[in-house]
């Protein structure tokens, strides 16, 4: 049995690792204010950005989706790990030694499963690189070689070579303590007939990194006549490698993919080598599939998708290239960025363009782009005749929606004027009508997007209904709206509680839990009672307040709480924080004045007088407790 990884290990390594820098390994994060960053969510598909992270408390929260936690509440959700695999991968990101209870620690026997699949693949990768340099490699080489790779861009990519005997690597591992049945889970291995063998034998190896750079899978090239498998030979879906879901390169091109909103989608692993060598380092590629939903949902949230954004596809010139970046229009809608193609003249890809012309034809290439809708209209349009009137028909048929789906409707416009004459029609009349016909088929599509986003299922907001703990569960009614107007005072006097403890304790420490009328709410303000309250809050506050939420709902409605922006433009000082306090204090006093009076009048004329004596004394205090609260304010608490 694992041990136990000790309490102030973890919280070690909790303080060690800076969220930030962790979240922007996998998405573009950008000033939100308030010393908060924003970007596009990487748990659910949005277009514009509602997953915001504090680096000072080091949580985050998505609006959108309500996911939200601390750092290694992220790396659990997006890498799919346990809690001991994440601690332990931040741990050696940060170079903490871990120590274990109930007798020590066994690498290999007491990791997760990722952590062991990843880590074969880790040695795999150092293996093949070690093999390059083998006499027996001297094919793979010089097949670098002619492409114009030496050794620096060889290790610089850690491209390696496969040994072409049967279980090479198999056998390697083996003796580095790994299992027959670890091996063949993670695509290194296959069975054969006598047990497992390698699965990867003589060819040129690189390897596949997820975008947080561990190496997941591997594409493999193959290099003797007598390989009678695929020219190319892939790691299989396996539980670390969805081919649908990486590409090539994106360890190394994601920060400048960031920094210049471009990303360039070439087709192979050459390319993407040729292309960084001759700088252009967003080169990125898919691995053996072709480029779909998964891929654009990475490039959205390293360009924080916006119509200033830009992908850039470079395709063969051949009927495949086309056919390729005729699929890639088709998913021109899902960007906002904006798209283009960049096709080389004599139809060359990067890797023989930069062996014939050098790297500045490379640059050159992506530079002469095309916009994409541009070259589609282009090629649907050269398949027809439009000699004949049948032809000329037929290619505005396929060549309308094209247009229409167009972003811009300035260019939309321009672009089926430029498609009449494409297709040699000369009346005024006929161009006007294709025009309007444009203009409908637009208007039509977004009335469908509009209307589907109005109609899906929306997520269902984290603290919408109250804690099992906080209240016992009312019968169904309209759904409570956490931000209605007479609650904001209460939402934002327990942000105040849990981003600035200082400015609202010990005052707030005596507000009882009634004085939160909304039961998520109460939720939170007991959690920050069990967690002892805002005076002396410490470092910890944050993190123990989590850990006193009852369940999920509670906690996602403390992190949502602490990450959410104040409602103020100025740096929260004592008098906002005052003036919630006394807001929160005089709603309360209020409320509790409404249901004197209407005590009173339900007593009647046969009242008990000690009754009787007890309200009315009671609602004089009172109001007389409410005008202070109006008239002095805080001083008044």
């Known amino acids: 049995m694992a041990g136990r990884i000790r309490d102030e290990d973890v919280k070690a390594v909790r303080d060690a690792v800076p969220i930030d820098a962790v979240v922007s390994e996998y998405l573009q994060l950008r000033n939100a204010g308030g010393g908060n960053l924003k970007g596009l969510c990487p748990f659910h598909d949005e277009k514009s950005p509602s997953f915001h992270v504090s680096t000072a408390k080091g949580l985050y929260h998505c609006f959108g989706c309500q996911e939200g936690g601390d750092t290694v509440d992220f790396v659990m959700k997006i890498d799919h790990l346990s809690f001991a695999e994440t601690i332990e991968r931040l741990a050696a990101q940060a170079g903490i030694t871990l120590r274990y209870e109930e007798g020590g620690y066994t690498p290999g026997r007491q990791q997760g499963e990722r952590t062991r699949l990843v880590e074969a693949h880790k040695v795999a990768a150092q293996y093949y690189v070690d093999q390059l340099e083998s006499p027996e490699a001297q094919i793979a080489r010089t097949f670098l070689a002619e492409r114009g790779f030496g050794q620096d861009a060889a290790q610089h990519f850690g491209v390696g070579y496969s040994p072409a005997g049967w279980?090479?690597?198999?056998?390697?591992?083996?003796?580095?303590?790994?299992?027959?049945?670890?091996?063949?889970?993670?695509?290194?291995?296959?069975?054969?007939?006598?047990?497992?063998?390698?699965?990867?034998?003589?060819?040129?190896?690189?390897?596949?990194?997820?975008?947080?750079?561990?190496?997941?899978?591997?594409?493999?090239?193959?290099?003797?006549?007598?390989?009678?498998?695929?020219?190319?030979?892939?790691?299989?879906?396996?539980?670390?490698?969805?081919?649908?879901?990486?590409?090539?390169?994106?360890?190394?091109?994601?920060?400048?993919?960031?920094?210049?909103?471009?990303?360039?989608?070439?087709?192979?692993?050459?390319?993407?080598?040729?292309?960084?060598?001759?700088?252009?380092?967003?080169?990125?590629?898919?691995?053996?599939?072709?480029?779909?939903?998964?891929?654009?949902?990475?490039?959205?949230?390293?360009?924080?998708?916006?119509?200033?954004?830009?992908?850039?596809?470079?395709?063969?010139?051949?009927?495949?290239?086309?056919?390729?970046?005729?699929?890639?229009?088709?998913?021109?809608?899902?960007?906002?960025?904006?798209?283009?193609?960049?096709?080389?003249?004599?139809?060359?890809?990067?890797?023989?363009?930069?062996?014939?012309?050098?790297?500045?034809?490379?640059?050159?290439?992506?530079?002469?782009?095309?916009?994409?809708?541009?070259?589609?209209?282009?090629?649907?349009?050269?398949?027809?005749?439009?000699?004949?009137?049948?032809?000329?028909?037929?290619?505005?048929?396929?060549?309308?929606?094209?247009?229409?789906?167009?972003?811009?409707?300035?260019?939309?416009?321009?672009?089926?004027?430029?498609?009449?004459?494409?297709?040699?029609?000369?009346?005024?009349?006929?161009?006007?009508?294709?025009?309007?016909?444009?203009?409908?088929?637009?208007?039509?599509?977004?009335?469908?997007?509009?209307?589907?986003?109005?109609?899906?299922?929306?997520?269902?907001?984290?603290?919408?209904?109250?804690?099992?703990?906080?209240?016992?569960?009312?019968?169904?009614?309209?759904?409570?709206?956490?931000?209605?107007?007479?609650?904001?005072?209460?939402?934002?006097?327990?942000?105040?509680?849990?981003?600035?403890?200082?400015?609202?304790?010990?005052?707030?420490?005596?507000?009882?839990?009634?004085?939160?009328?909304?039961?998520?709410?109460?939720?939170?303000?007991?959690?920050?009672?069990?967690?002892g309250g805002t005076t002396g809050a410490g470092t910890d506050f944050l993190t123990r307040v989590r850990e006193a939420a009852p369940d999920d709902t509670v906690r996602a409605m403390v992190t949502e709480l602490a990450v959410e922006a104040l409602h103020t433009r100025r740096d929260p000082d004592e008098e906002y924080a005052g003036f919630q306090l006394v807001a929160v204090r005089l709603a309360a006093v209020n409320a509790r004045i409404a249901e004197l009076h209407g005590g009173l009048r339900r007593l009647g004329p046969d009242a008990d007088p000690d009754r009787l004596t007890a309200l009315q004394n009671e609602l004089w205090v009172l109001e007389q407790y409410g005008r202070a609260l109006r008239e002095k304010g805080y001083a008044a608490l």
């Open 167 to 531: 279980d090479h690597l198999t056998r390697y591992l083996r003796g580095r303590g790994f299992s027959d049945k670890e091996l063949v889970l993670c695509g290194l291995a296959q069975e054969g007939r006598r047990g497992p063998i390698d699965r990867f034998r003589g060819r040129l190896m690189w390897p596949i990194r997820d975008i947080a750079g561990e190496v997941v899978g591997f594409g493999a090239r193959k290099l003797r006549e007598d390989d009678n498998g695929p020219k190319y030979l892939n790691t299989p879906e396996t539980p670390i490698y969805h081919k649908s879901q990486v590409l090539y390169g994106i360890d190394l091109a994601k920060r400048d993919i960031a920094k210049t909103d471009r990303a360039v989608v070439v087709e192979g692993y050459t390319d993407v080598m040729a292309c960084h060598l001759a700088g252009v380092t967003t080169a990125i590629a898919t691995c053996g599939t072709s480029f779909g939903e998964g891929h654009i949902k990475i490039l959205r949230r390293l360009l924080m998708d916006n119509a200033s954004c830009e992908v850039v596809f470079t395709f063969d010139g051949d009927a495949a290239g086309q056919k390729a970046a005729l699929r890639a229009f088709e998913d021109d809608q899902k960007f906002a960025a904006q798209t283009s193609i960049a096709v080389s003249p004599d139809g060359m890809d990067p890797c023989d363009l930069r062996l014939a012309e050098g790297d500045e034809a490379v640059a050159a290439l992506v530079e002469t782009r095309t916009p994409l809708f541009r070259f589609a209209l282009r090629s649907v349009v050269s398949r027809y005749n439009l000699d004949t009137e049948e032809g000329r028909v037929a290619a505005l048929d396929a060549a309308v929606p094209i247009v229409a789906a167009i972003k811009d409707p300035s260019l939309r416009d321009r672009y089926a004027i430029h498609l009449v004459g494409m297709v040699g029609i000369t009346s005024q009349a006929e161009e006007q009508s294709i025009i309007r016909r444009v203009r409908g088929l637009a208007r039509s599509r977004d009335g469908q997007q509009a209307k589907a986003g109005r109609y899906a299922e929306r997520p269902v907001p984290a603290g919408a209904a109250a804690s099992t703990a906080a209240a016992p569960q009312a019968p169904r009614g309209p759904a409570l709206n956490l931000r209605r107007p007479a609650l904001r005072v209460e939402r934002e006097l327990l942000k105040l509680a849990l981003q600035r403890p200082d400015l609202v304790s010990p005052a707030f420490d005596a507000y009882g839990l009634d004085e939160f009328t909304a039961p998520p709410y109460a939720a939170v303000r007991r959690c920050i009672e069990e967690a």
